[in-house]
């Protein structure tokens, strides 16, 4: 399957221009960092190496991390796409093939583990029951941890286009006669210094039924606390539940309270809530389990079972994690196309640099507070926005694009 080569007609279309490429797709090209000089010059770094070696030592002894570390260099993966998020409130970054797997939340300082918990996942139903239900990403991994999901989507059958700030992936379902066109859009915006800083991405889902038969389709959206590293287990994290709305625009989702480094940080995961699309979450559910409860809950009812929850998880105890999810369901008929929307946030109002000698606040907080509450606001604000950002890029970058 070649993505379309005509130029789109809509602000929504996977565009003509931007970074294609099939989930299948592998690089001839292996790049590593350079870390090994010529002979000659070795004599003149020695005195430099020493006195960078000292550095290193001192801050490993005290159980720091070293900002530019020479001697454990990071190693080069071709793996990233469009990342998340506006202008100085932190990015989580996504790859070419779906993965979440670059965190750029505590200032200066990246972690780069790409985290399984963190997903979608589509169930098809038709009269008769479950059809199909996989996970959208092409990778199959080792070990029990999620092993009652199906992993290994065919990725000959998809493919992503990526023109920052937005990305396209397409998934090809032709066994059932449905494709998905997951729309990941951030707020970086000319001119817009409001906008323009929300820690936030929505994802549009565009759902179309080529099939001879109408069909019930969800997207289920998992995230776990954490960014894929060892604080993740340190305990102190919950989950809740809730409803937010802006406008005439009402959300429900999961909120995960954490902390990273005593800088409090709360995600947020929404759906938007429209007429025949019915949203449903599951507060919590252990992300280095099977994932089993999660899976046969999706694969026998094709939702969540929120009304058998409580508004707030128990608090983690060490060494233990958490992750929730948010499901949206809409009938698709025969012939038919449909979207439904959800988002991410991350609201870590309050920050500091590796000294912590100074505290700064973001500046999305000067209209959505430095309590570290606005999560669920955030999320009711950018599902209501995003059609206009869409807009006002699609008018920046237009000039441009027509023009080449």
Known sequence: MEPSLKKSTSVNDVPFHGWKVRLDHTFKEKWKPFDRPRFHEIITLIGMFLRYFWYWLKLKLAGKSVFIDQLCPLQCQQIYGVPMGGLGGGTIGRGWKGEFCRYQLIPGMYEHHTVLANQFIVTIRNKEGTVYQQVLSPHKPKGSSLSAWK??????????????????????????????????????????????TLPCAVFVWQVENSSSEDLDISITFTFKNGMGCSMDRLGGCCTESFNASFGEHSVSGVKIHQSFKDMPCTYGLGVLKKEGVTASYKLEWNPVGTGGSLWHELL??????????????????????????????????????????????????????????????????????????????????????YNDWEERINKWQSPILDNT
């Not at 989507?153 to 032709?174: K, M």
């Not at 929850?309 to 809409?330: D, F, M, Q, Y």
């Not at 309050?350 to 606005?374: D, L, P, S, V």
């Open 151 to 196: 992993w290994g989507f065919n990725d000959a059958n998809a493919h992503y286009t990526a023109l920052y700030p937005r990305s396209w992936t397409v998934y090809d379902i032709p066994e059932h006669g449905v494709k998905l066109i997951c729309r990941q859009v951030s707020p970086v915006i000319p001119n817009d210094y409001q906008d323009s």
């Open 300 to 385: 026998h009812q094709g939702q969540l079972s929120t009304s058998s929850e409580s508004g707030k998880s128990e608090t983690t105890r060490r060494g233990k994690e958490i992750a929730c999810a948010v499901c949206a369901k809409l009938t698709v008929c025969s012939g038919e196309t449909r979207t439904t929307e959800m988002c991410l946030v991350w609201d870590m109002p309050r920050i500091c640099f590796g000294a912590a000698e100074q505290e700064y606040y973001r500046r999305y907080t000067r209209w959505f507070g430095r309590e570290g509450k606005a999560a669920a606001q955030l999320c009711a604000y950018a599902l209501s926005k």
